[in-house]
Every structure is written in C-alpha cells, then in structure tokens.
Nanobody, 127 residues
Framework: QVLLVESGGGLVQAGGSLRLSCAAS????????MAWFRQVPGKEREFVAG????????NYADSVKGRFTISRDNPKNTAYLRMNSLKPEDTAVYYC????????????????????WGQGTQVTVSS
C-alpha cells in the first residue's frame, strides 16, 4: 500500500505559477514510476506527466509540454509538478498517481493503469 498526499494547489492568475508536491508513504519510493493526472467535472481523468523511477526520463501531455515540469526527490519520497504560464484551461483537480508495478516501455498512462491515487488538490486559474 502506498499513500499519496498532494499539496500546493490554489488560486492563481493566468500566466502565474504553482508547484504541486506529492509525498509518498513508502520506503521503496525509488522503485515506482510517478505520474500526475488532472480532472475537470464531467470529463475523464487525463494524464499530465510521468517520471521514471530514477527521474532520468519524463513525458508530458501535449497540452502542458514546455510549461510544466515533473521532478522527484527520492530521498524525500516526494514528487513535484512545477506549473508555469498557467492558463484558465489548466483549472482542474490534480492527482498524484502510482502506475502498476511492471515494465512500461512508455511513460504514458491511462487511469486504468494506476494502482494508487492521492486525494487530489484543486488548481484554479483565473483569466
């Protein structure tokens, strides 16, 4: 069992920045790929970014590429999502996620691939 706790959400103006954090309660954090998803009411949860176990590889949804950065600090059991140049369409609940423990040839996931979710943190971008 891996418990994930997100923090760092809030209200920000368009063009602003936020950094989300995801603290994981596991002593084996470095064996897990980490991912961020987001969801707006009435829509499916969508992939935002993923990072490999060591942090050496990352992948992003096209909608956030060049604006968001995923990172991790394995000794601190924490993953991050730095969000710059925020747009109103980035408004959503953001979830930290741990994909199923198996070999993945791509750092891209759907909600069905996830074993553990955080509780979510609201990000609201005003225009």
């Amino acid at each position: 069992q891996v418990l994930l706790v997100e923090s760092g959400g809030g209200l920000v103006q368009a063009g602003g920045s936020l950094r989300l954090s995801c603290a994981a309660s596991t002593r084996t954090f470095n064996i897990y790929i980490m991912a961020w998803f987001r969801q707006v009411p009435g829509k499916e949860r969508e992939f935002v970014a993923g990072i490999s176990e060591s942090g050496g590889s990352t992948n992003y949804a096209d909608s956030v590429k060049g604006r968001f950065t995923i990172s991790r600090d394995n000794p601190k059991n924490t993953a991050y999502l730095r969000m710059n140049s925020l747009k109103p369409e980035d408004t959503a609940v953001y979830y930290c996620a741990v994909p199923r423990l198996r070999f993945w040839d791509k750092l891209y996931f759907t909600a069905r691939d996830i074993d553990y979710w955080g509780q979510g943190t609201q990000v609201t971008v005003s225009s």
